[in-house]
């Protein structure tokens, strides 16, 4: 009763936006069901499928326009986890974009289902040679489910 | 005491068509010297491009026509421009340097659910295309029917502008 118009608008006003610049911090359980893309045979790069992976994605995500937010995304098989930045790339929708440049993942929370591309083999040169590095090439696909725990 | 001539009288002599021609001429100079300065222009071929197509609920493994694009990076801003040729599709990324200590000549630039990875030095590049599959189809809400594919191929320096 006490409450003052201006307090009361500007009240509405953060709650109106509050959800555009809000994030939420998840983990996700990814299974990848399949993976296609290049590979190396010798000095070749040719077509190939490999098998899918498991992996992890933890961390804070922009909630429908939000402003970006990091996430580190842990691929089974692979010793270092992925740091990344994430986006909500289309205003409005829920979809986010998660890439740490060599590696892009786009995550729909909705439904769980997510795409992968591996974009680190062929492009950067081998520390040691010199010559296009020898790393698969691939984009994948899978379903991702919420993990118990929130990350920190 | 005699006064000195002003130089504006000097201008108004000349002829208005001289001024406009000079004018258009700086405008040019400026605006290619400009264009020049500030960005890189490569032409891309990709050559090979793999990936899946929504069948049902799933995704079969299918394979892709490589395009052909010019891609514009900044030499002052962390963006470039991506553009299809043929199709005239056009995206314009935001760019950063991933491995700027391990990798600094390699570029990784986003754009909705497009992502183009590229060593400048050896013009070695990566196209992802995700927004399938995922994005929800706003009708039915399941996924969309768009392809998801990688591509892979060799950019060129642009000869001219």
Redesign the interface.
Known sequence: MSTSIGCRCALAVFLTAAPLFASAAETYQCVE??R???LWNGQN?E?G?LPGANMVLAGEFPLEGGTPTEAVLQIEGIRSPLAMGCTV??FG?K?V?C????H?L???R??G???L?R?F?????D?HTGA?NEDT???G?GMCTRGPGAAK | MMRAEPIRSLTVTTPVPVRCAVAVLLAAVVTTATAQEQWEIYVCTESEEAGYRLQGDTLARNRYEGATFTFSLSATDPVGTLEEHGTGGMLYMDCLIPYEDKAPTTISCTEGAHTFVMDLESGRFAFSRLFGYVFPDPITGGPNGDAVTVGVGLCKPSQGI
Do not use: I
């Not at chain 1, 890439?99 to 060599?102: H, L, N, P, R, Y």
């Not at chain 1, 083999?121 to 040169?125: A, L, P, R, T």
């Open positions: 069901n399949d296609t893309g290049f790069m077509r499928r790339p289309f929708q979809p974009l890439t740490s440049g060599s892009t786009v995550l729909d909705d439904s289902r997510f795409t591309a974009q083999g062929w492009v950067f040169e520390l296009p090439f691939t984009v696909w």
